[in-house]
Nanobody
Framework: QVRLVESGGGLVQAGGSLRLSCAAS????????MGWYRQAPGNQRELVAR???????NYADSVKGRFTISRDNTKNTVYLQMNSLKPEDTAVYYC??????????????WGQGTQVTVSS
């Protein structure tokens, strides 16, 4: 099984920046796509950004131009650089990874979440 551990959340003023990290550990054949999602109170979990193993990315319209997703395949880690933060970015941010197991089965897994709070 794979474990995802997020870090880097916190409290920041509007206009500030934060960098989230998510490291995968465990036994697996391959990590495929990785991504970040967020969930604000009373809202459904929504996609923030995703990145393929080859580095192709896609973003939610609400974060385009402000957030950047990247990954280091040698460290099995995905990052989310968040700039020009707004109060509406306040949420719990979750890391997600699509995994190919040693038996070649496919599954996805989630981290425990990290709180991001942006004050106005």
């Amino acid at each position: 099984q794979v474990r995802l551990v997020e870090s880097g959340g916190g409290l920041v003023q509007a206009g500030g920046s934060l960098r989230l990290s998510c490291a995968a550990s465990g036994s697996f054949r391959r990590i495929n796509d990785m991504g970040w999602y967020r969930q604000a109170p009373g809202n459904q979990r929504e996609l923030v950004a995703r990145i393929t193993s080859g580095g192709s990315t896609n973003y939610a319209d609400s974060v385009k131009g402000r957030f950047t997703i990247s990954r280091d395949n040698t460290k099995n880690t995905v990052y989310l650089q968040m700039n020009s933060l707004k109060p509406e970015d306040t949420a719990v941010y979750y890391c997600n990874a699509d995994i190919t197991s040693w038996s070649r089965s496919l599954y996805d897994t989630w981290g425990q979440g990290t709180q991001v709070t942006v004050s106005s």
